[in-house]
């Protein structure tokens, strides 16, 4: 991958900041350089880590997408960071969580004053019909890989890796996709973005709505799902889904259900995929750009 000339400018993130953000991140610990924060954090939460740290890399040199996509970002580029979580609530209600932190990116991005976005079903950040982040949360059991197992929610039990990958001053040429964006290309009237307090923003959105959800019980559960569906582009377009089979679903995205699911309306009648289920959902128009 090309990097910018500029890059050796991008100024580092402020650790002295970040460190003031308080519960329930405990801790924001800034890596020059990693394959993978998510990789990293999986192995502290096994070995006992508490929640609310949060790991950042200033170069994130193999980080992974959801179906094992691998992807790399240019120094300083980016925000590239991924945060532990072991939530106490019934784990039926743990597949909310990477659609929790899409809703949180969206409020940050808001708050920060970054032009409006989106989210395409189940979890990317759209800006301008582009591509601007991409989250990945993995489940990690105590001495084991991640998926399977009971855990508790505690330092002794299961936990949650959630990682996000936010596109910053990322050029056009450093961009790995003509279908993905970043902040600085689509408000090149402003200044560069200054990727510390873009990162308070949106770690403090996202544990504004992790309270929200922990402690709301169903109330909770549902406010999420209504926020959810109001910043999801993909509900009501007509779209082509694509499962691991090779199978295409083809329908009208009609709403997103009480698990996170994806309801589609197609010509035999309403059917319900999960993000685990999907490997792409693209327009439903042949013709038309994925």
């Known amino acids: 991958m090309l990097v910018s000339s500029s890059a050796a400018s991008r100024p580092p993130l402020d650790a002295a900041r970040l460190a003031r953000l308080g519960v329930p991140w405990l801790r924001v610990e800034i890596l020059e350089a990693a394959p993978s924060t998510n990789a990293e954090l999986a192995g502290r939460a096994r070995a006992g880590e508490p929640e609310g740290l949060v790991l950042v890399a200033e170069h994130q040199t193999a980080g992974r997408g959801r179906l094992d996509r691998r992807w790399e970002t240019p120094a300083r580029a980016a925000l590239t960071f991924s945060v532990l979580l072991r939530p106490d609530v019934a784990e039926r209600r743990w597949p909310w969580l990477p659609l929790l932190a899409g809703v949180a990116l969206v409020e940050g991005l808001a708050a920060y004053g970054a032009p409006p976005c989106d989210l395409k079903w189940p979890n990317d950040v759209m800006c301008g019909g582009r591509k601007l982040a991409g989250i990945l949360a993995e489940r990690v059991d105590p001495g084991t890989g991640t998926g399977g197992g009971t855990g508790t929610g505690t330092p002794s039990g299961a936990a949650v890796v959630l990682g996000i990958g936010l596109n910053v001053s990322t050029t056009r040429a450093e961009l790995p996709l003509g279908t993905a964006t970043s902040l600085a290309l689509q408000a090149p009237q402003q200044p560069e973005p200054d990727r510390t307090e873009l990162l308070e923003a949106v770690l403090r959105s996202l544990a504004d709505r992790y309270r929200a959800w922990t402690s709301g019980g169903e109330a909770g559960e549902a406010e999420l799902a209504t926020a959810y569906r109001g910043v999801c582009r993909t509900l009501g377009e007509e779209v082509r889904v694509q499962l691991p089979s090779g199978t295409l679903l083809?329908?009208?995205?009609?709403?997103?259900?009480?698990?996170?699911?994806?309801?589609?309306e197609t010509a035999d009648g309403r059917v319900t995929v999960s993000a685990g289920d999907v490997v792409h959902v693209r327009p439903g128009r042949p013709d038309a750009a994925g």
């Open 250 to 264: 083809e329908g009208r995205a009609a709403t997103v259900d009480a698990g996170g699911g994806l309801e589609v």
